[in-house]
């Protein structure tokens, strides 16, 4: 499971041209599913964002979290995240998920946000969307939790 993750002052993503979710400050977070992610892989990446300090304090450093800052994430399902572009012009996307199983646990993944009492809108799941970030800092990380084979 891959997810980059930025840090933004604001953001919204729109579906025919309607918004169908914003947020003011916090992160976007695009995720990639993978054929052998589960929950287990859900849950350490939702624990790892819930976690993150990327929010400055007072004194300028990064201290503070989603929580204390009441930061908000926007969730983008992004297959493209698997993308191997090392050979020929055009990526291939094997490595991504079937459809059926991404959406089951990209749905899973914002419902272990939103129980941690995070507001998470989304994007729509398999939709051509147009993401508008404003990446706060900038700050961006990828974050990868690989399935474990037992």
Known sequence: MRALLQRVSSANVT???????????????????T??????EANWLANKIIGLRLFED?????????????GRVLV??????????????RPSFTAATH???????????CERLRKSGLIVPTGEFGATMQVNI??????????????TNG
């Open 134 to 147: 404003h990446n706060d800092g900038p700050v961006t990380l990828m974050l990868e939790r690989e399935a």
């Open 99 to 109: 459809p059926e199983h991404a959406k089951k646990l990209v749905d899973y993944f």
């Open 76 to 89: 983008v399902s992004q297959f493209t995240l698997y993308a191997d572009a090392r050979k020929g012009r």
């Open 35 to 40: 054929h052998t992610d589960t929950t287990i």
């Open 15 to 33: 579906v025919d041209g309607r918004i169908i979710g914003q947020i003011e400050q916090g992160y976007v977070v695009l995720l990639g599913i």
């Open 58 to 70: 007072d004194e300028g450093k990064m201290n503070l979290s989603l929580a204390n800052v009441g």
